[in-house]
C-alpha cells in the first residue's frame, strides 16, 4: 500500500529550499504572536505556593485563617438569574476562552486567501478537535457554498457517468468514523531549524473530527467502475485553485475513503469544504479535496500541478519524492510545549498526541532526558485505527534544565525517528513530511523552547 | 448498582399530573415551530423523479440534454478568490444550515431560565454532538462563570477538607470519556400521549461529548476520604438554583465520575457548566451538577428538594420512585422522523441513537411493520460504554402507511420496553424515565407522524 515513488524527473527548480519556507523575519512575528497557551498554563495555579502534587490547593483551615474573595465574598451568579435558554440557539465558548484560537502565520504564504491557520494544540484536550479551532489550509480562499447548488460528477473509466446532488449523497447509506486529518506540511518549517516557538506552529496543521459520509467504493460501483483497468481516481475541487490529486483505487477499494459531508455530528464547516469533501484516512490533507465535485477514473496517475510542482521533495540524490501521501508514525507533547512555562517546581502531567497514518498507535514512549532513557506513556482508550491517540505521562519537574521528547510507534511496528536519522535519509531540501521527534527544553526558570536534539 | 430506592413517603401534593405536564395550547406551538428538519429531509432529492435507490441521480447524458444550471453556469465560487484563512478564528456553521439549532418549547416551564432548549437530533450524524447543538436544561439561567474567581471544597467525610481552583484541578492526571448525557425527563411529554411532533423535542434533551476532567475518586483520595463511612456524596452547583444531588459512593470508586472541564476538546461551555462539572455517566443528567463548586461526603443520601420534591415518580401504589438515576436502555430512530416527509418511494436509509446508563449497547433491532417483525441494525464502531451508538438499518419504502421503531438491548441483557409494558408497571402519573419504544407512522402520502402504538 505503500505510495512512495520517487519521480525520475528532477524538478530542483520549483522545489523551495527550506530556509526560505519561513523567512527569520516572519518567524520573530510568529515569536511574538504565538505565546497563547493552556489559559496561561495554569498560571494563577502556579503562582501559588508550591506543593508536591497540587501547588496552591489549601486546606480549609488556611482558606478561614488568610481569607479568600472567591470563597467569601457570594458571587452574582449564586444570587441572580441567569440567562435564558437558547440565548445562543447555537452556543459559542466562554469569553474567558478568547485567546484559544487558530492562527495564521503571517509570511507564510504571499496572500491569506492562500494560507494556513494553525489548531490550537496546547489548549486541546482529548482527541476530538472542535471543529471551530480546526486548522484551515486554502489554496484559493474559502467559501460558503449553497448545497442546493453543488453537483458531484462522477466520470472517466465508469459504465455510466452520473451526477449526484448533495441530497442524494446523504440519502444513501452513510458511516461516521474518527479520524485524524494533517497537512504534509505539518511540521515543514522544522526541517529549516527554524524553531518556531509553540506547538500550534510547529503541530498546528492537525486535526481530528468524527466523518460522515458514503464510502465512495459505492457510488463508483453504482456508476458501473472498471476496476480491473480503473487503478486510480483524480479528486477535483471546485474554489478557484482547481485542485486535483491522484489515489490510488485501492484506498478507495478498501472503503475507507469516504465522500463526506458530515464533522463531528453537524454539516462541514465552510473552511472545510462545505458542502462535500473527500475523506482518505491516513493520507495528507490535500488529498482530502474540499468543496468535492468531481471524481474522474483512470488507469495512471495524473501528476496534476499539486502533486508535479507542489508537494514533492527534492532528494540528495536529485531525485524527487513524489505521491507520498501517507502520513507516517508521529507525536508530540502539547503540554508543557514551548511557549508555556512552569512557574514552580512539582507535579505536572505531560500529555500530547500521537498518530499514524497506517494504522493504530501501539505505543508512546515519553522521554524527560533528552532521549537517554524512555518511560511508557498511558494511552486514552478507545485506540482508534488512523485516528489521533492522547497519550499521558505523570511527573516531578524538580526545577532542572530538561528535555522532553515522545517518540511513537505504531501497529506496524514503525517507530517515530529521529530528526538525524530523517535528515540522514531525506537530506536538507525536504519541506514535507516531517515526522521527527519533537524536543521541548523546560529551562531552570521553568520557560519551555523549541529546540532540536539527536 | 440499582439506584431504585422507592419512597416509603407519599408525596403525591407535589406529583404534576402527566396533563398538566405540557398543555395542549403549548403543544400546539411547538407542533407549529417544530417542523425543522434535516435540511428539509433532502426535500430537493427527493422532489426529483424516482428511481430504485437514488431519486434525482442522473446520468451525464441526461444532464447534456436536458441541462442543469448548477453545472453549466460556472459559479463565482470556481472563478474567485475566496475568504482568508482565520477570517473566523473561532469557525461557525454554514449560514445554509442555521435552522439547525437548539429550540426551547415555550410553556414547558414559567420562565425560560428555568427551562430546557431540545438539541435537533434530526438532523445530526455519528455520535458525537456539536457543542454549540448540546440541549440545555437550567434551573436558574445560565453564567459565563470566571474561572480564576471559581472554587471547589471538599468537605464532610474527609481528614482534610480542601478548596481548589480549577487550574489546580487541571494541573492533576485527566482521563477524556466520550458518554451520553440525558435528562430524567427526556420523553417525559410522551407519557401524556401529547405526541410533540419532532424527535427534537420528544428525545432531544439528550447529547453525547467527549469529556475531559479528574476522576473525583482521586481527589476524594488526595482529602482523605473516609470509604468505610462515606458512602455518598452530595454535589452542589454554584449558580442560584443551589442545585444538590446525591451520588452513591460506588459510581465514585468506579472511577467513572469525573470533576470535567473539558467538552469535545476544549473547555466546557458556559451554558454545560463552565468551567466545571460533574460527570456522572448513566446517570441522567440533574446529577452532573454544573458550576460545581462543592463535594460533600457523607453517610447517607440527603434527600434535596431536587431529589425529594422533583425527579420523583408517583407510582400506581401511592409511594414514589426516588433516587431513580440510572438511564435505562433506550432507542430512537432519527430519520424519518416525525415532521419529515418521505417525498417518494424509494430507497431510505433508516438511522438512529441507542444508549445505555448500565454499560454498551449490544443489538438494537429495527421494525417497519410495527412491531410485528424485527430486522437487526448495523451498529456503529466503536460501541462506546455508557455513549450514544448509531444504528442504521436500509429500506426500501414502497408508499405505504407504516410504523417504524427501534427496540434496542443492552450489554446486561436488558431490553428497551414498549409503552403498554412501562406503563403498566409506572401506572399513568410519572414524568421521568420514560425509556419506551418510540413509534413514527408514515402515511401514504410520506409524511411522519409522532404516534403512541403497543
Redesign the interface.
Known sequence: MSLNIASDTPLGRVARAPENFLSRQDVAFVNRAGADD??AF?????A?AAAA????????QA?AAEG?P??LNL?E?????????????????????QN?????SPGLTR???A???FCPLQ????????????F???H????????????L?I?GLVK??????V??L???????RIHFIECGANSGMEWANVAVPTVQYTHGMLSCS?F?GVPLIKVLE?CGVDLKKGRYILAEG???SSMTRTIPMELVESGEVLLAY?Q????????NG??LRLVVPGVQGVSWVK?LRRIEVGDQPWATKDEAIHYVDLMPDGTHRQYTSIQECKSVITTPSGGQRLLNPG???I?GLAWSGRGKIKAVDVSVDGGKTWATAQL?T?V?DKSLT?F?L?WVWKGQDVILQSRAMDSTGYVQPSYRTLRAKRGDKSIYHNNAIQSWRVDAGGEVHNVHVG
Do not use: C
Request: no cysteine; hydrophobic share 35%; net charge neutral.
Open positions: 493552556r489559559r495554569f498560571k494563577k495555579a502556579f501559588a502534587t497540587l501547588a496552591g490547593a489549601r486546606p480549609m482558606i479568600d472567591a470563597i458571587p451568579h449564586t444570587r441572580g438569574l441567569g440567562l435564558p435558554v437558547a440565548a445562543r440557539p447555537y452556543g459559542m465558548p466562554s469569553q474567558f476562552e484559544l484560537q487558530r492562527r495564521e496572500v491569506s486567501a494560507s494556513v491557520s489548549g486541546l484536550f482529548g482527541i476530538i478537535t472542535p471543529s471551530g479551532l480546526h484551515e489550509r486554502h484559493q480562499g474559502w467559501w460558503d457554498i449553497d448545497p442546493s447548488q453543488h453537483r460528477m466520470n455510466t457517468p452520473m451526477v449526484f446532488t441530497d442524494e446523504m440519502r444513501m447509506e452513510s458511516v461516521s468524527e460522515t453504482y471546485a474554489d478557484g458530515g463531528n455530528g453537524e454539516m462541514l464547516r465552510p473552511e462545505y458542502p468543496y507535579f505536572y502531567n500529555t486514552q478507545p482508534l492522547r499521558s505523570p
